[in-house]
């Protein structure tokens, strides 16, 4: 049988005047029969719309074929558009026909069946289809959009960068080692050292891309598999930097409240774009607001996610928190000349106790320099030769940051756990579906 057409998706055709035929092809989302009257509810790619047929005005076929249709089946709806106040969306589709084009079996996702979350996330190539999850990956492809638009207006250059490599950018600890042929090489923590070489030719570079860290911290925002947007820059500074931070969060929020507003409601939040410039503290003002919390932490380590929460709590924008000490931050970062127990680096944290969602900073472009912090952190400076030999060949002052997606989505859209933000999840118990 040749599958039939379509001539609208289901959002167009609730724009449409009353009278105008309509073809679906979609998907049953719910279904209600009370006598010779069936109710279905049709789901698309671009969202719902009712229908309703009535036995007797539609061919017999169509009707036991929309009568039998279970819980989603893939179907082809043919009908009439009519106003409909008691309809959800003000319209309706009255069906002329119908046809069940790939049958489902009984659907499995049904609260009675469903014993934990864990149980969800199994199901987790059926559950995407749910109205929530559906406008959260939405809304995430609007994300990327708005990333690659600020980029390429503002004169970027999109480069790609290895997923195999030899070495890691932020310690160590959390690399995923894969085998390869004889050798052991790792998956990419971060593109940023790639970049950095980039920048000599290109001047400023941007990546979007995977990465991974074996972290087995099982919290609600830390993923082994994850995208991060990272952005670096040639003869810029660490203040010229987090203007571009706070100007792509301020992008990426804006497009998301702007263009998303019928997924914002089915995920049922309000986005309000936070306008630059964003406050700034040191690292000893956010020691102290911790430690006034009852939070104590030596100076020197990193704040971690209850330091975090509870600094970001205090405002209602995302807050830079600038100057991490040196002992705090991989081997590249710069220190500022006038104090080289800190470095000229911020984390940027998401308000509301969302905490980090972006880490960038200044570089070290001085041969010497790197080269002794290379040793002092116990680095083989043999495998960061192609990185140490970048400061022997004109490296200029530079600076980059990365910033994830995952933990942006999670923010701007108040979700509990970081793994509703991505469609297929990667976490230390989760590889499957
Ligand atoms: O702070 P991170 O580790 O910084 C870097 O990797 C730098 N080399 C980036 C750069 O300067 N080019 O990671 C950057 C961001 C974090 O702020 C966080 O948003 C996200 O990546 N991130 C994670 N997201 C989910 N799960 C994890 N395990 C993450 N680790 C980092
Ligand atoms: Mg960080």
């Not at 040639?234 to 706070?246: P, R, S, W």
């Not at 509990?416 to 933000?421: F, P, Q, V, Y």
Request: glycine share 6%.
């Amino acid at each position: 049988m040749q599958t039939p057409t379509r001539s609208h998706y289901a959002a167009e055709a609730l724009t449409l005047t009353a009278g105008t035929p309509v073809r679906l092809l979609g998907w049953v989302a719910v279904k209600h029969q009370v006598g010779g009257l069936l109710f279905l509810r049709i789901r698309d790619g671009s969202g719902y719309i009712q229908v309703s047929g009535r036995k007797g005005t539609i061919p017999q076929e169509a009707w036991e074929a929309a009568k039998d249709a279970s819980i989603e089946s893939a179907v082809y709806a043919e009908g009439i558009v009519k106003d409909d106040p008691r309809a959800p969306s003000g319209k309706e589709l009255v069906l002329s026909n119908f046809q069940v084009i790939s049958p489902a079996e009984l659907w499995p996702l049904r609260k009675s069946l469903l014993k934990s979350r864990t149980a969800l996330y199994d199901l987790r190539h059926l559950a995407l289809r749910g109205p929530r999850t559906s406008a959260i990956i939405k809304i995430r492809s609007k994300l990327m959009e708005s990333v690659f638009d600020y980029f390429f207006s503002r004169g970027y250059v999109y480069i790609q960068s290895p997923i195999l490599v030899k070495a890691a950018v932020e310690g160590g600890a959390t690399l995923f080692p894969v085998k390869y042929f004889d050798d052991v090489v790792y998956l990419s923590q971060s593109a940023q050292l790639y970049e950095e070489a980039a920048i000599c030719a290109l001047d400023k570079v941007f990546i979007v891309q995977p990465a991974f860290r074996a972290e087995r911290s099982k919290t609600s925002r830390h993923l082994t598999e994850f995208w991060m947007i990272e952005a670096e820059l040639a003869f810029t500074g660490f203040e010229d930097l987090m203007k571009i931070e706070e100007e792509l969060v301020f992008n990426i929020s804006s497009s998301i409240a702007n263009d998303c507003k019928e997924e914002l409601s089915r995920v049922g939040k309000k986005v309000v774009a936070p306008e630059p410039p964003f406050p700034r503290i040191t690292y000893d003002e956010a020691l102290d607001i911790a430690t006034k919390s009852g939070i104590s932490i030596s100076w020197g380590d990193d704040l971690g996610t209850e330091a975090e929460r509870i600094v970001s709590l205090n405002f209602d924008k995302p807050v830079f928190v600038t100057k991490y000490p040196v002992n705090a931050r991989s081997f590249y970062h710069m220190s500022p000349p006038d104090n080289p127990k800190v470095t000229l680096s911020a984390d940027l944290l998401a308000p509301e106790g969302y905490g980090e969602i972006a880490t960038g900073g200044q570089r070290i472009h001085n041969y010497n320099v790197l080269l002794d912090k290379v040793r002092q952190q116990g680095l083989d400076p043999r495998t960061m030769k192609w990185y140490l030999d970048l400061r022997r060949y004109g490296m200029p002052p530079h600076s980059g940051f990365g910033l994830g997606v995952e933990r942006t989505l999670r923010w701007l859209l108040g979700l509990r756990h970081i793994r509703a933000s991505t469609l297929f999840p990667r976490t230390p118990n989760r590889v499957y579906p």
